[in-house]
């Protein structure tokens, strides 16, 4: 008993349709081929519709997944103003205390200089000074 019907034009990707088998195939009978009509109502059913359907699941699903996104957005929460207001004064009041410690910065690279510079002086007077006979 064969439950498969083989013919070239019933396969779709090469996989074989099953075709429901009325009571006289059971005795040994062998089906008749399908009519062009039903084959192309066959194409319909399992190409076209579904194409069809998933391009209006697509269509119909943007708007919907868009609402989600808008109502997760609004649940999130607001800020204040005044919030945001003592955030910038604290930001001015950072970026303030950062200037005057670039500038002790650069002061203490001057200073930094000057001390070298003392250094060398010195050390240059200690080495053109004749060295005593210790008495």
Do not use: H
């Not at 439950?3 to 070239?8: D, M, P």
């Not at 019933?10 to 062998?30: C, H, S």
């Not at 002061?107 to 000057?114: S, T």
């Amino acid at each position: 008993m064969r439950l498969y019907n083989r013919s070239a034009g019933d396969t779709f990707w090469n996989v074989p349709r099953i075709v429901t088998m009325p009571a006289f195939l059971l005795a040994g009978a062998q089906a008749p081929p399908l009519p062009p009509q039903i084959a192309d109502f066959l194409m319909w059913n399992e190409v076209i519709i579904p194409l069809v359907g998933m391009a209006m699941a697509t269509i119909l699903g943007f708007p919907i997944v868009r609402a989600v996104v808008r109502r997760i957005e609004n649940k999130a929460p607001r800020v204040d103003e005044r919030e945001v207001a003592a955030l910038r004064s604290e930001v001015a009041e950072l970026r303030q205390r950062l200037e005057g410690l670039e500038d002790a910065s650069q002061r203490m690279a001057e200073l930094e200089e000057r001390v070298d510079f003392t250094e060398r002086m010195l050390a240059q007077q200690r080495q053109a000074r004749p060295l005593g006979s210790g008495g």
